[in-house]
């Protein structure tokens, strides 16, 4: 999968904390930005991983984050 260089810095922390929501806060700081952009960076990421291993990778924490599950199949 290709990802650009902030969705590699995104990815990295969320694969670094499995298991743990990410703070959006840490997603921002990541990508630059504000919330929205950290939030296209997210669907995007989504977009490309979902496809590629062909199920949900990254899920939402409602009003907290983001997470890739520790047992996620």
Do not use: H
């Not at 810095?9 to 990541?30: E, H, Q, T, W, Y």
């Not at 979902?50 to 890739?68: C, H, L, Q, S």
């Amino acid at each position: 999968v290709r990802l650009s260089p902030t969705e590699q810095r995104i990815a990295a922390l969320l694969v670094g904390n499995k298991g743990r929501c990410v703070p959006i806060s840490d997603i921002m700081n990541a990508s630059g930005g504000d919330l929205n952009s950290a939030r296209v960076y997210i669907r995007q990421l989504r977009r490309k991983l979902d496809f590629a291993f062909g199920r949900r990778i990254i899920y939402t924490v409602r009003g907290k984050g983001y997470m890739i599950k520790r047992s996620a199949r």
